[in-house]
């Protein structure tokens, strides 16, 4: 039956594997920007902790919306542990460059879905996927431009709160 129910499937084994890692990536970051969301509401840092609580919602959407992906094409979804979050930072900073960096590692690994795809074939996960790469552009985005307010208002005197006032301010426009 299981060899019955594999030729019914609409994703490679392959496929179905990566798109569990990735809802596992999603779950992860999902996790992290809650716990870099603890970590600013316990410094003072209103904003940011807000920004972040609604970055670990969007996560968990992302994650979601691959588990339905992997279920509606007839595979086996599977719910992540999540373990290893971590939860201190040494600097406000750092947690701004830890988001970054997650970003990025999101990005590239959906890149590798894409790539896995293009070499099966799997023109309609591909088509799946162009949502989340679209949606990986807004994120490193808005990542980016967090991170160089360090820069452009600088951390010194008040610097620091002004960067926390202006990250919720901070969107994207394809425009």
């Excluded at 809802?23 to 969301?37: G, N, V």
């Excluded at 830890?98 to 088509?127: G, P, W, Y």
């Amino acid at each position: 039956m299981k060899d019955l129910m594999r030729i019914k499937c609409l994703i490679s084994q392959d496929i179905e594997t990566l798109l569990n890692q990735q809802i596992k990536k999603e779950a992860h970051s999902s996790s992290l920007y809650l716990s870099m969301s603890s970590w600013c509401d316990q410094n003072g840092f209103d904003f940011s902790a807000d920004y972040f609580l609604k970055q670990s919602e969007e996560e968990r959407v992302h994650q979601l919306k691959l588990f339905k992906y992997v279920l509606d094409m007839g595979g086996n979804a599977i719910s992540p542990e999540v373990s290893g979050i971590k939860t201190d930072f040494v600097s406000f900073r750092e947690v701004f460059e830890d988001a970054l960096e997650a970003e990025i590692s999101i990005t590239q690994s959906f890149k590798n879905i894409a790539a896995r795809c293009h070499k099966e074939q799997d023109f309609v996960t591909m088509e799946f996927l162009n949502w989340f790469l679209k949606e990986q552009r807004e994120e490193e985005y808005k990542a980016r431009r967090a991170l160089e307010l360090f820069e452009v208002i600088g951390e010194e005197g008040t610097g620091r709160w002004e960067i926390d006032k202006h990250v919720n301010k901070i969107s994207y426009s394809e425009e």
